[in-house]
């Protein structure tokens, strides 16, 4: 069977849901938060949950770190020429930095990781790539680093521009401890009467599953770096609405959930070491992309590089926030998610549907 070319797209319901008031560094506004899914309750749920963050005064938003990664591998003759070879990389540095720059106007080398198995030579490369996700970006500068290596180093041998020390769309512990993609915590405060009134649901409770699914439940099932309910769903909706490489909800869904009483108010978090996310690049020509991400102000061409996407990061934090603080709320409640799910996603027998 000969493959062609198709214009033909695959239709995924669509909803915004919100706004949400968002405070911090790099958001200070209400944004909506745009997902398309087919799971129907999604929808209301994450509504629920941004409702009760807008009552309770807004969600807490803050980027700790942005860099994409690609790790090239090369191999040596020996152990003792991958020891030395790796003991110069270092050395080199100016010279890296330099053959970065001449791939793209925006890509910058950040830092520089190695790992060593036998001869193999893993080189794990982490650079800033403005408003782009920065896929290609760093695999066309991890290529020319490479070039610039093996001239240099006639004694090491190529193996692949990707050696999985990167880590892409694959579960990890390294892109939580070196980074990969935009490092997001987002965080409310919510008054015991907003989770009772909004959430119908008492906030010892919200606190009580979490630690009793979301962190014992994860160590059990053996989770890497991972303690959340569905942070999954709403990072899939969201990267579909945007424009994004949907693959990428595998890392960025390895998040963290943290819920605690302050007094009688509910502490709610949640810590997303790797959103991989960019408004320009890909997909982002589309036309509901393009008013998505307009809504959501990421399309700003004044603004410095970088501003964009990481807005477009917290609007994907904070999407996520409500869908997990919904959901938990559901679930400390006997019955009610599969009531909800019931209600909206069944057909009504007495209308013969």
């Known amino acids: 069977m000969r493959w062609q070319a198709s214009d033909d797209y695959a239709a995924v319901p669509m909803r915004s849901v919100g706004p949400v008031k968002i405070k911090g560094t790099e958001v200070n506004a209400e944004l909506p938060l745009p997902m398309a899914t087919y799971e129907t309750p999604l929808w209301h749920s994450t509504h629920r949950g941004a409702l009760a963050c807008n009552k309770a005064g807004g969600i807490n938003a803050v980027v700790m770190d942005d860099r994409m ?4 591998l090369l191999e040596a ?39 060593v198995v036998g001869t193999l030579i893993y080189i794990r490369f982490e650079y800033q790539t403005g408003d782009a996700s920065g896929h290609n970006m760093a695999t066309l500068a991890s290529d020319n680093l490479m070039k610039w290596l093996l001239a240099r180093h006639s004694e090491l041998g190529y193996v692949t521009v990707s050696g999985n020390y990167c880590c892409d769309k694959k579960n990890s512990a390294v892109n939580g401890i070196l980074g990969r993609g935009k490092y997001v915590i987002v965080d409310v405060l919510l008054p015991k009467s907003t989770v009772k009134r909004i959430l119908k649901a008492e906030p010892e409770a919200i606190v009580n599953l979490n630690i009793k699914k979301n962190l014992i439940g994860s160590i059990i099932s053996g989770g890497v770096r991972t303690a959340n309910a569905h942070v999954a769903n709403m990072l899939l909706g969201y990267y579909l609405a945007t424009g994004q490489d949907a693959a990428n909800i595998v890392e960025g869904s390895q998040s963290i959930v943290h819920a605690e009483m302050r007094g009688d108010d509910l502490y709610f978090s949640v810590t997303l070491p790797n959103l991989i996310v960019g408004s320009v690049g890909n997909g982002k020509g589309l036309d509901f ?33 409500c869908g997990e603080l919904s959901l938990l709320a559901a679930q400390s409640v006997p019955g009610e998610l599969m009531n909800s799910h019931v209600q909206l996603e069944r057909k009504s027998p007495e209308k013969g549907e």
């Open 69 to 72: 990664t690609r790790s090239v």
């Open 77 to 115: 003759p020996d152990i003792i020429a991958a020891q030395r070879f790796v003991q110069a990389l270092p050395g080199y540095r100016p010279d890296l930095e330099k053959a970065v720059s001449e791939t793209s106007r925006f890509a910058r080398l950040l830092d520089i990781h190695t790992q």
């Open 289 to 321: 992309v393009q008013h998505n991400l307009e809504a959501l102000g990421c399309t700003d061409r004044d603004a410095a590089p970088g501003t964009n996407a990481k807005r477009l990061a917290v609007g994907a934090a904070a999407c996520v926030l």
